[in-house]
């Protein structure tokens, strides 16, 4: 186990595997490196961040035509509009949607980003000092997770009627904490 990242094998290693010290050692070991190999995998899935070929491949599995001479931001774009114009239910307009027919003015949605969650191999810790406003730096775990709605009403039947709506399972992502806000960032209600 690493206690840095909470690393654990696998449950089922744990109990039948009998040479797995090697393999404990070099992940102690290897920290770093693992976690950044893990995260070039998630990068694959990140429009922003996909190489040309995972572009293309993604293109050619959704059935999108594609030249071959075009430039790889015309084809991210085209991919982000097959991704808008078949958006899940997860999708930040989905929820402003609701809940601005029930306060009649549209809210605002921050993330565990906004708020300082670390980006592996992207963010850091400042050069000196402690850190500023400006730095993303560590934060829970479960940050990324997070989501804040300000929803533009202190109006408690309002707030109730969102959180009823939100509770839907429609609506109800997984892994997700969504916390409705007012505009000083108090929480107002959990989903």
């Not at 804040?148 to 904490?177: G, H, R, W």
Request: net charge negative; hydrophobic share 40%; with cysteine.
């Amino acid at each position: 186990m690493n206690h840095w990242f909470n690393f654990n094998l696998p449950y089922f290693n744990e109990q039948f595997g009998t040479d797995w010290d090697d393999f404990v050692a070099i992940i102690d070991d290897n920290v770093d490196y693992v976690m950044g190999k893990t995260y070039d995998l998630y990068k694959l899935r990140d429009i922003s961040m996909m190489p040309l070929m995972a572009t293309e491949m993604a293109l050619k599995l959704r059935n999108i035509d594609t030249e071959p001479d075009e430039l790889l931001s015309v084809k991210k774009s085209k991919l982000r509009r097959f991704n808008t114009d078949f958006k899940s239910k997860g999708m930040q307009d989905t929820y402003l949607n609701y809940q601005e027919l029930v306060a009649g003015i549209r809210g605002v949605i921050y993330n565990g980003y906004v708020f300082g969650n670390f980006v592996w191999d992207t963010s850091h810790w400042p050069v000196t000092g402690a850190p500023d406003g400006y730095d993303i730096v560590w934060a829970t775990g479960d940050a990324k997770f997070d989501i804040y709605i300000d929803c533009k009403t202190l109006n408690s039947d309002e707030l109730d009627e969102i959180v009823m709506i939100f509770q839907q399972s429609f609506l109800l992502p997984a892994f997700y904490n969504i916390y409705l806000i007012d505009s000083s960032f108090n929480i107002l209600r959990t989903v």
